[in-house]
């Protein structure tokens, strides 16, 4: 039986039920795990099911569909916490075997590292493309030149107040933070909350720095309800650094940082920019070239986000990120 026939029947297998276990369908075909595991990941990179857990898998539905639905409409959800405790860090990969090798193979563009003399124009583009991008989702819309601007001669401009000003120097200060801190031992939970400190600072009130939220965030057009408890907020914060510490590859490191961080939004205030700047750690500890969503099309990024919160599903935020790496890396390397 050939890849073909196996695929159509497997799609009929599925379309029979609403989940199904992998060694049911390997039974079914007779075939080897082996083979079973290279059909399902055709399926999935195609888009046609999903991994609900560990070894079982379910028809993919129309995701653009459903979201675009009214918000009254759209069954509100809590968090999920299986979502995070069936990932198992080098086992159960959130890019597929191809997404990485095409990944791997854009570092071929060339190389990414703090080195002022030689890559000046390289990194200006990474701090005004990520300053930028964050400046749009926390409202604050500062046009590119006045970014540009006020970092590179700390001038402000007049339109923006003096007191509203913090919004720009935070950024730069997280960028400074991760160009200090790449080198070293990282993704320690004193790392996030003082990143978390560092973007918020002013932004809230001081009683709520360096430590978790403890109350209930409210999402804006968005039918999800993050986690509540504190106890078990914590617990699966720990959880997520744990598992973020077993992670091989850079990419997965920096994938798992903005897909289970920003679906736990563990603090009370800028936790996407948090994981913007601390998800490229782990590339710029590989030389590799650093990711920002400049470019980004805001109605694909807010579709990407509410289908990560509502459904758990990453294949479009996926699929954001691997073209605005295409579409930006030559943006911040130099051969």
């Known amino acids: 039986m050939d890849q073909q026939e196996r695929i159509g029947l497997i799609r009929q297998l599925i379309d029979s039920g609403t989940e199904i276990a992998a060694l049911d369908v390997m039974n079914v075909l007779n075939i080897d795990t082996v083979t079973l595991a290279w059909d ?20 993919r539905f129309d995701v653009r569909k459903y979201l675009a ?3 009254a409409l759209r069954e509100k959800k809590s968090y999920n916490a299986e979502f995070l405790e069936n990932y198992i860090p080098n086992k159960t990969p959130l890019w597929t ?3 990485l090798i095409e990944l791997q193979e854009l570092q071929s563009n060339g190389n990414f590292w703090f080195n002022y003399r030689l890559y000046l124009e390289q990194i200006e583009n990474f701090l005004y493309d990520i300053s930028e991008f964050c400046s749009l ?3 604050s819309a500062y046009k590119r030149k006045d970014i540009e601007i006020y970092l590179r001669h700390w001038v402000r401009p007049d339109w923006i107040p003096f007191e509203q000003s913090y919004h720009i120097t935070n950024f730069l200060k997280a960028f400074e933070f991760i160009r200090d801190s790449y080198e070293e031992s990282f993704l320690m939970l004193h790392d996030f909350e003082d990143m978390s400190r560092i973007i918020c600072d002013k932004r809230i009130a001081d009683t709520e720095l360096w430590k978790l939220r403890s109350f209930v965030l409210e999402l804006n057009e ?12 914590e617990k699966q914060y720990e959880l997520s650094l744990e598992k973020l510490r077993k992670i091989q590859n850079p990419f997965e490191k920096m994938l798992f940082i903005l897909v289970y961080i920003s679906y736990l939004l563990p603090f009370s205030d800028g936790n996407k920019e948090l994981t913007y700047f601390m998800g490229n750690i782990p590339l710029l500890q590989s030389w590799y070239a650093p990711f920002t969503f400049y470019w980004a099309d805001m ?13 758990s599903d990453i294949v479009i935020l996926k699929e954001l990120i691997l073209n605005m790496y295409k579409k930006n890396i030559s943006r911040y390397t130099c051969s």
């Open 222 to 233: 968005v039918a999800y309800i993050p986690l509540s408890d504190d106890n078990q907020l």
């Open 69 to 71: 639905q009214p918000l």
């Open 40 to 59: 399902f990941r055709h399926l999935i990179k195609e888009g046609e099911i999903l991994l609900v857990r560990p070894g079982v898998y379910q028809k």
């Open 137 to 139: 989702l926390d409202k």
């Open 97 to 99: 075997d191809e997404e």
């Open 299 to 311: 109605t694909e990024f807010d579709i990407a986000y509410k289908a990560l919160y509502e459904l």
